[in-house]
């Protein structure tokens, strides 16, 4: 019953993806907004934006503390079951050529919408006025993975779903 049930949840999440990705042959300009919006997900912007303001005193140092915990706990947990579950990128299996650059061969879960969601979690958490933009901004990351290719949506929600949980998790331990 298992095996049945995983076949057809993939065959909807790779349906769900090829009708949101974006066309190889979309206007240059579109390609390009797409790929800004995704590197904010990506390691150096998210521990960028995590770190700055540690030094700060006040609630963004507090949420820096938070992003950069769930930051770095959530990327260790997403590495482990990249290897662990050995899901593949749309692109080899059958999937158009992405638009972004892969950062590995693994799919499951999305590195970058577990980053971006982490530092939107520690700082919405630590300066509520900002807990709608920043989450309204990960949630863009994510679906960027999805436009560009590389990524199927349920990659994108299990790793949003982890930074929730690891940013859960350490505010319930501290």
Sequence with gaps: ???????????????????????????????????????????????????????????????????????????????????????????????????AREPDRFSFPSGHAAAAMSVALGYGLAIPVMAVPLLSLALLVGFSRVRLGVHFPGDVLAGQLLALGTAAGLVWLT
């Design 1 to 99: 019953m298992t095996a049945p049930l995983l076949v057809r949840l993939d065959a909807r999440d790779r349906a769900l993806m090829l009708r949101c990705a974006i066309a190889p042959t979309a206007p240059r300009r579109a390609r390009l907004a797409w790929t800004v919006i995704t590197h904010l997900g990506g390691t150096g912007t998210s521990l960028l934006a995590a770190a700055a303001p540690w030094l700060r005193r006040d609630s963004w140092h507090q949420g820096s503390r938070i992003a950069l915990g769930t930051l770095v706990v959530s990327h260790l947990l997403v590495q482990l079951l990249k290897r662990t579950v050995g899901r593949g990128r749309p692109s080899r299996g059958g999937a158009p050529a992405p638009l």
